[in-house]
């Protein structure tokens, strides 16, 4: 079945506390997106990746770490989280640019709150 | 600085009625625009519209952009009580950027 998987699907830490969301695909996708959701402000793009090794900065990379050394994965990296960084993530994959009529499919999201 | 705004920002009809959401955009490099559907978790996407005034349609949905206005809508007829979620728009502005608006919650009443 064709998935996007993100991990974990909830998570509470503490400020300062390193972590990773993982985000791994099956369909080898070239693109991989991370964004984050918050109430009121919409989806916002964190960082982006169009190919292994290849990332760039989305709308609100601060504070974000990405990695692209494999196809299939793009992990999410908070070397010092803060309590601003409470909120909805979601990890996108798609075969190209969606622009190009790929559909982009989106991970069940990963609620993380930093206390 | 590039903005997508999303109009009503939530609405609640009754089974069959038709309903029709808005996505007005302002970006530096529109690429195309993306319509999803939001209901427990992740988005799933409904459309993709590049060219103007081309209508795209899946089943009672359908879509269509104008370019020159800068803006897109989103039709939904004969609603039902499934169609229940956030809708999601979605601009490319350059290269692999997106931004979305903060979607419309619409809530069909049985």
């Known amino acids: 079945e064709a998935q996007v998987t993100q991990n974990p699907r909830y998570l509470i830490t503490v400020t300062g506390k390193k972590l990773t969301v993982t985000c791994s695909q099956n369909m080898n996708h070239e693109y991989m997106s991370w964004y984050r959701q918050d109430p009121g402000l919409g989806l916002r793009q964190i960082y982006y990746s169009m190919n292994v090794e290849v990332t760039d900065k989305g709308d609100v990379p601060e504070g974000y770490k990405v990695s692209r050394k494999e196809k299939r994965n793009f992990p999410l990296i908070l070397e010092s989280p803060s309590p601003n960084q409470t909120s909805l993530y979601f990890c996108a994959s798609s075969l190209r640019r969606p622009t190009l009529n790929t559909e982009a499919f989106f991970g069940q999201g990963t609620r993380l709150t930093v206390v | 600085e590039d903005k997508v705004v999303q109009s009503p920002l939530s609405l609640v009809v009754h089974e069959g009625d038709t309903v029709t959401l808005n996505c007005s955009y302002e970006?530096?490099?529109?690429?195309?625009l993306l319509w999803y559907k939001q209901e427990k978790k992740a988005p799933t996407f409904l459309f993709m519209l590049?060219?103007?005034?081309i209508e795209k349609k899946s089943g009672r949905l359908s879509s269509i952009l104008d370019k020159k206005e800068l803006f897109s809508i989103l039709n939904i007829t004969a609603t039902q009580t499934g169609d229940s979620a956030v809708y999601l728009c979605?601009?490319?502005?350059?290269?692999?950027?997106?931004?979305f608006g903060t979607g419309t919650r619409l809530k069909v009443l049985a």
């Open positions: 979605a601009v490319e502005s350059g290269t692999y950027k997106y931004i």
């Open positions: 970006v530096t490099n529109f690429r195309s």
């Open positions: 590049t060219s103007s005034g």
